[in-house]
């Protein structure tokens, strides 16, 4: 069964490789994007369980994905990961439809929890298929 494909979608290369070391470590396929139109692209031909995506971007904000993603491709869950926190900024993603708001530096263990929740998947260390979660 094939796992789960998540997209990752922040402008800073470092980051962006972390945590697409963190997700493959999972057990999941990661595409990854640098910017809005990128993404666009992604997510046009590919089926993805999560993005996960920063709010400012090169292109635009990360909060027009977060909307375009629960109009057009609304099983998707997102996930907002941003340097720019604040109150306000999580209400407008969260009323946007992001499923979590968090505040960067993301712990790895905060991070591995969001993705097994939105991904409905149990506590283990790997992430099984998402039609297939593993119990808890």
Do not use: W
């Given at each position: 069964?094939?796992?789960?494909?998540?997209?990752?979608?922040?402008?800073?290369?470092?980051l962006r490789e972390l945590?697409?070391?963190?997700?493959?470590?999972?057990?999941?396929?990661?595409?990854?994007?640098?910017?809005?139109?990128?993404?666009?692209?992604?997510?046009?031909?590919?089926?993805?369980?999560?993005?996960?995506?920063?709010?400012?971007?090169?292109?635009?904000?990360?909060?027009?994905?977060?909307?375009?993603?629960?109009?057009?491709?609304?099983?998707?869950?997102?996930?907002?990961?941003?340097?720019?926190?604040?109150?306000?900024?999580?209400?407008?993603?969260?009323?946007?439809?992001?499923?979590?708001?968090?505040?960067?530096?993301?712990?790895?263990?905060?991070?591995?929890?969001k993705v097994r929740s939105?991904?409905?998947?149990?506590?283990?260390?790997?992430?099984?298929?998402?039609?297939?979660p593993t119990p808890a």
């Open positions: 069964m094939a796992s789960p494909r998540i997209l990752v979608v922040d402008d800073e290369p470092d945590l697409e070391i963190t997700l493959v470590r999972m057990g999941l396929d990661v595409d990854s994007a640098d910017c809005l139109a990128t993404a666009r692209g992604y997510l046009a031909s590919t089926d993805y369980a999560l993005v996960l995506t920063d709010m400012r971007l090169p292109d635009g904000l990360g909060i027009e994905l977060v909307r375009e993603i629960a109009s057009d491709y609304r099983n998707t869950p997102v996930a907002v990961i941003t340097a720019f926190g604040s109150t306000d900024n999580a209400v407008v993603a969260l009323n946007a439809a992001a499923f979590v708001y968090l505040s960067k530096p993301v712990g790895l263990d905060q991070l591995r929890t939105a991904l409905g998947t149990g506590t283990s260390g790997h992430v099984a298929s998402a039609t297939n």
